[in-house]
């Protein structure tokens, strides 16, 4: 897990509970019965709209959110221009033992097409469609952890108009009018937290995520077409750096 | 109907009902004016936008959502490689008979054309309008109810608004106060529970429905595309299977 | 007026009426004032954006949302394809009696200028500009009707705000407090009514009918091309069927 | 100034000053230091984002969307008709006269360029990068006022917390907190009816009005196309009126 | 800093003071806890949604915001006609000793490339992969900042929430409950101010800002691509013209 992930989950939860403490207590803002009505009532309306397989992967893609599998963009440069230059000296065919222990799928996949000598359209059209559909996949995902924090915030809103009914019923003691409305808020209090703390930052997170894939699988097929047609060395790097950030372009050759 | 649609909302159903039963009982929650103004005024709006045809869809349309009809990719990757493999042997000529027991009208009309000896353009073209004034159509059947759930809550506020002012003109006895507003509050907990829990839901439902036919008619369009052309069984399905996610992606010929 | 429509409009008066009565009466809830300040005073905003000529339309706008002149698209398949058949044995010329007698302007030009002997390209330029601006206008006038729904809401919130103040500032008898504050919500309800059940729908209804209109249009485009580069009838038919959804395709030559 | 637009102003004006009044006066609704919050302090957030050059364009961008410099369709299709013509008969050179006197600068710049002797696509590239930077740059300006909206709506809600705080810290004298309150919801008004009233509205305005430059400018660059390919004076009439609704389309040639 | 910037900052800060001043004096608004709910709760909400390497850039991102390092453009179409001048009589390799004094990193990449003699299709693509991932990258951090407006906003309404329940439950002594609600709402305020005032201002500022540099670059390209193809320094003066504004056009050939 990132560090900046767990120092922010460990400060938000600091400071709620130091400001519930002030008060009265945080016990009195943990209430079993309302963490139901939100947690479980809102993960129930997800699972009317998402099929089960994709419910299965809901804490795969919680932890993908946490930890991302990252690639090192400067080191698949390197790697693909070592690839280029090998290229260029013996031919295509000369990569077929580094494809074979190749660990990035999506890598691994085009260079296989272009030693078996396939038209650079094709390989393009191909790894094209993986990459799209890989990506409308994720946002699914994504959307996922988005509608989840619109359902906390919705079932926190059903949970507190349930307590103030049954408040608004039972006037009768003057005095349990005010720890009724109490719990009443706490259902719309917990909404508010899950979907601000935990959905919406998790589904931004997957959106950057994704964005970031599809950057690293970008510069692959870029690197793929120039391997295929035998562009120097010196000039797919220059390509690949253009997808970075000035900081991180760090060329070998100079 | 899914598996997971019916956990779903036997889990939303039975959490609100504990929560209603733990104070003042699930009956007074249940109030029939409030769930006709609700229910009855947000299907009324409807009907002003949406067509009577449409209207009549609507019970269609909800059964789409909670059945899907969905299309097993990996049987029908196996079912065009079938068709490429035959094509190529015996001529595109002799998958005549294979079109006439197929179940995909989609499918069907593309290699009835492709059969007919149609221009590859022709075919593409005529395809894709339909792909596409299909999921046109389905966007707008989708729509019916995201705007249904955005009526369920205007009505709901609408319907408290109504007993507000009832309450407020009527404030003689300081008793019925507390019932008549908590009746008042039934239609905007109403509202939230249908718009949040009923309708945004299945409106995301035949969302990702409607992008899983989409692909899948992708997928077909570029496999007559193929046949048509006379392309490998094996180049054939190495694009398909870009269109799957990696984990479902099980070659026939490995 | 759609059929539909009427009963949506009865259905949700009839339903707001009843939940009137059943407290204080429908008459409590008519404060000629408070319809004043909403429907006067979005009107009046509106007419700040949009300019007089558009605001003349407003009325013959609204009447096109709840009575479409809607084009029968069976009927003009059928009619594309006489034309096609005509044009195919007896040369375009042969058209130009059909051309005088038809309805749809659209039609008319396009098939106007294909008589002409104007390059295929021209005419297709001439007619997208033609559907994609009055697609546009139409836009203009439905943001018309949605922007009158937001305006209405606002209002009424202004309204309300109004009428707080004033029960605020006269505090001196409480028993005046209820009623003040009753009248005060009065024009939060019907910025919700005009805006949920009036202006919204008709905005959807609108960009429903749009998007017809331009299918329509595109038809009659991809029909105009056909027969003037002399495509068979048969092609033609299988084209445009493509069009509509799978229930609606009843081709006449089967 | 419109006369639809004074006429929207003074309705919306009249009606709430007539709301005011029944109850406890115009007076009373009015606060000096809750309008400097609302509109001093929105205005304040909003130099924070636009830089001084487009603040100093603020009372210049309001005057263009109560009073727009309108160009005539219908004239400037008739002016375009007459450069075709003469340019037909004399050649592009005979276009100079007339080209020194135009007050469209964009027309002017054009048709310069076409009378120079540049190749078509220098002058569309010119052209279409001058209309789209000028549409960025309106965008721009139109996002002030509707970030003007949205600030004036929160600055109000800022005011109105600010004056809740200090009467819920005054609660001694109980008779000061019906007009405490009062004056604590007025910023909420006033930044609903600018926001509403004046913001939004304007936002809108300019977006119609830039759809409408670029309609125009559009109508030009087809113009200028044909002018210098030689078109006949006809078509390219036939063209412009495309760009218009079917009601404005009067032709000189008939 | 920008003028605009500061007198926009004080101007609000101003207000807000004397509005505050008025009441109970700004002391009251002070709560050293509610400060660290909101500030500190959003910013470590925003920790979770964003890699620590994008976390450090925060105080950078906001230095340019209020502090642009803004490009001069006549400054710019100046040298570029400058380098375009002396392309045209020196050749093109004549550019190299401008280059390296170049401070624009852009700019200097691409004469660089242009110099060494790269197929202008392969600059134009360097260039535009580049200028499109640093549009990416500005937009992730953008959205950092709207982000963080909506945390800010979501934490303090959570903060009243728990200052809210703690008032419900401590209702004995009736005179504190002014002052306890009055700190409870504290946070919302904050959180509107916050969001209103610094998250929501600075991300639609980086959004311009990141639009004009867009902007920039795409000059630059137009620029390069004109001095490699020798183009005439006045028709590459036209062109770069009408990216500006026609109050910014000064042609220095007039």
Same mark, same amino acid.
């Given at each position: 897990m990132d560090l900046g992930t767990v120092i922010g989950i460990v400060l938000v939860m600091a400071l709620l509970a130091g400001a519930m403490s002030? %008060?009265?207590?945080? %016990? #009195?803002? +943990? &209430?079993i019965p309302s963490v139901l009505i939100v947690i479980g009532g809102s993960i129930g309306a997800l699972m009317i709209s998402f099929k089960p397989s994709q419910m299965k992967s809901f804490t795969k893609i919680f932890m993908i959110a946490v930890k991302p599998p990252e690639e090192d963009k400067a080191e698949l440069i390197k790697k693909l221009i070592g690839f280029a230059t090998k290229a260029r000296k013996d %031919? +295509?065919? #000369?990569l077929e033992s580094e494809v074979n222990g190749e660990p990035n799928e999506f890598l691994k996949k085009g260079l296989s097409m272009a030693i078996d000598g396939n038209e650079p359209d094709t390989i393009r059209d191909l790894l094209e469609i993986d990459m799209e559909q890989t990506s409308t996949r994720h946002k699914i995902n994504g959307s996922m952890f988005s509608q989840w924090a619109g359902l906390a915030g919705a079932m926190g809103m059903v949970g507190t108009l349930i307590g103030l009914v049954a408040m608004l019923l039972n006037m #009768? &003691?003057?005095? #349990?009018i005010g720890p009724s409305m109490a719990v009443a808020l706490l259902t719309t209090m917990y909404g508010a937290i899950i979907g601000n703390v935990v959905g919406t930052p998790i589904a931004i997170i997957l959106g950057i995520r994704n964005d970031d894939e599809t950057l690293v699988r970008e510069m692959i097929i870029s690197g793929i077409m120039s391997i295929q047609s035998g562009d120097a060395p010196r000039a797919l790097e220059a390509k690949l750096l253009s997808f970075l950030a000035p900081i991180e372009r760090v060329s070998q050759f100079d």
């Open positions: 002030m %008060g009265v207590g945080v %016990g #009195a803002y +943990i &209430d %031919g +295509i065919l #000369a #009768a &003691d003057p005095s #349990a």
